[in-house]
């Protein structure tokens, strides 16, 4: 929209998201809608907040564009998933103010096997009705157009909504939603880390707050991450399964700050990450983990870690452990939430 930065409060996107969710199903097509990204990780791990707050990651500044450290979660705007068609959702969530953005900006689609079906994310953005483009606080901040209110304050309330399944580097479907609400299940909230190639510490952190906050076991108990379900999956999707595991194993010598061997080869981006914060006179991120997380929580989150590696392996009865995936084993994508 090129209007302004951010919302800033997280607050508006949290207390804003259960009613959403709430009305629609309560609509007649009994639309699901679960939160994930940003906004499912603080709804869905609430007490994660001095993790998130301490645990300085690497980013441009947004006013000088100098690379700093600066902790901090913020959500930005709304991320949804739902199992329910577009022809439902999208007037569903009109009645709330939300409008598609041009189809220039608003539409990607990205094509699956025929068994998946189609999978698709839409951006909307708050409008008065008019097209016009309103912020928090309902104040018109530019028209239909995008173009800008000269003086006006804040950023553009946006809204993306993923439909039928979640398929970046990796695919997973929407057929589970019944098990938790008003997020994404946790094990499909791991999913949408875990599948991620070019993981950033930014999800690494998400990936710490999601093991300490919530126990792993083989049900779908509220605010239970069901590791026999993420390895019933992943031994159907051996390129993510490859995907996923690694990241886990990051994730552990993350935790235990090398003082194991690697389990990562010379090769892995992250490994040359590393070497490049090394090079450059840079704090490694798992000194700056070190400072920030207690040493009891990070023991409980590698625990975690070593029992869902051990549930995946379990269900794919170890006949993946060893799978080398070719050259492209993932899907490019241009972004991640």
């Not at 990204?37 to 564009?65: C, F, H």
Request: hydrophobic share 35%; glycine share 8%.
């Amino acid at each position: 929209m090129g209007v302004g930065f951010r919302v800033e409060e997280d607050s508006y996107f949290i207390d804003g998201a259960k009613p959403f969710i709430e009305d629609a199903e309560k609509h007649p097509k009994r639309i699901a809608l679960r939160a994930l990204g940003a906004l499912g990780q603080k709804l869905y791990s609430p007490s994660g907040t001095d993790i998130w707050n301490s645990v300085k990651v690497r980013m441009p500044d947004e006013v000088t564009g100098q690379v700093v450290e600066k902790a901090g979660r913020h959500v930005t705007d709304f991320d949804f998933a739902t199992p329910n068609h577009e022809k439902e959702v999208i007037p569903f969530l009109a009645t709330k103010g939300f409008k598609l953005l041009p189809a220039d900006e608003r539409h990607y689609f990205i094509g699956v096997t025929m068994s998946r079906g189609r999978c698709a994310k839409l951006k909307l953005y708050l409008s008065d009705g008019k097209g016009n483009v309103l912020n928090q606080y309902g104040e018109v901040i530019a028209n239909d157009k995008g173009q800008p209110v000269p003086g006006a304050r804040g950023a553009p309330v946006l809204m993306d909504v993923f439909f039928r399944g979640f398929y970046m580097n990796h695919y997973f479907p929407f057929d589970r939603l019944d098990k938790e609400t008003p997020t994404l299940p946790g094990a499909e909230l791991m999913f949408t880390k875990l599948q991620i190639v070019y993981s950033n510490e930014k999800d690494f952190i998400d990936e710490m707050v999601i093991l300490r906050e919530h126990e792993v076991t083989d049900t779908d108990a509220n605010k239970i991450v069901n590791g026999a379900y993420m390895g019933q999956w992943l031994s159907k999707e051996k390129d993510f399964y490859y995907t996923a595991t690694t990241n886990l194993k990051r994730l552990r010598n993350i935790l235990t700050f090398g003082s194991e061997t690697s389990p990562i080869n010379e090769k892995d981006e992250w490994t040359q990450f590393q070497k490049m914060q090394d090079s450059l006179g840079e704090r490694r991120f798992e000194l700056r983990v070190k400072e920030a997380v207690k040493e009891e929580d990070r023991r409980k989150i590698v625990s975690r870690v070593d029992k869902l590696l051990e549930m995946i392996e379990r269900e794919s009865n170890g006949k993946l452990k060893n799978y080398v995936p070719g050259k492209r084993w993932y899907e490019k994508v241009e972004e991640s939430i």
